[in-house]
């Protein structure tokens, strides 16, 4: 069965969490990754989100990720083929549909790379939009109590509105 969708209220341990993450990652992969992030909604201060860590982590080249499904394994990192994703290589670390932490591993400064990055700062900066997308997660939560598939495509049509937003307000910098 399907885990609820639940929508718990910002947790400031979720950064000291995604540090301590941060540390095992960097310490499996070694100098093998170029960049790692905090992204989605348990990074950005203020916002409710599912208590469901997401770390980024960037490549020179996706084929390079087969030699980290060992060493991920070993810290609790299951990876996930998602052949419709080809552009992303997913690791789950807790149950399937109940992970407690995703790692998404894209190409560095990939198009992919760099929506994570614009649409997490766009709401750090914006605290109109981050109150909107809060109360939109609240409200497809209850519609899509029991559809986690359902709840995140409901969110596309606003995250894809914020980053056209982000990139038109980059673009005028």
């Known amino acids: 069965?399907?885990?609820?969708?639940v929508i718990e209220n910002y947790n400031p341990n979720w950064s000291k969490e995604y540090e301590q993450e941060k540390k095992k990652i960097m310490g499996v992969l070694k100098k093998d990754n170029i960049c790692i992030e905090h992204i989605g909604s348990t990074s950005v201060i203020g916002l409710g989100a599912k208590p469901i860590l997401d770390i980024m982590v960037g490549v020179n080249n996706?084929?390079?990720?087969?030699?980290?499904?060992?060493?991920?394994?070993?810290?609790?990192?299951?990876?996930?083929?998602?052949?419709e994703f080809?552009?992303?290589r997913f690791f789950r670390r807790g149950q399937w549909r109940a992970g407690?932490?995703?790692?998404?591993?894209y190409k560095f400064e990939s198009r992919y790379w760099n929506n994570n990055i614009l649409f997490r700062n766009y709401l750090r900066t914006?605290?109109?939009?981050?109150?909107?997308?809060?109360?939109?997660?609240?409200?497809?939560?209850?519609?899509?109590?029991l559809d986690r598939t359902g709840y995140t495509q409901a969110k596309e049509p606003f995250i894809q509105n914020v980053l056209e937003k982000a990139k038109e307000e980059q673009k005028n910098k």
């Open 1 to 5: 069965m399907e885990k609820p969708v």
């Open 62 to 83: 996706l084929e390079e990720v087969d030699k980290f499904i060992e060493p991920l394994k070993q810290i609790g990192y299951e990876f996930v083929a998602h052949k």
């Open 100 to 105: 407690t932490h995703h790692l998404h591993i």
């Open 126 to 145: 914006h605290s109109d939009v981050l109150k909107q997308y809060h109360q939109l997660k609240k409200d497809l939560a209850v519609e899509h109590y």
């Open 86 to 88: 080809p552009e992303r």
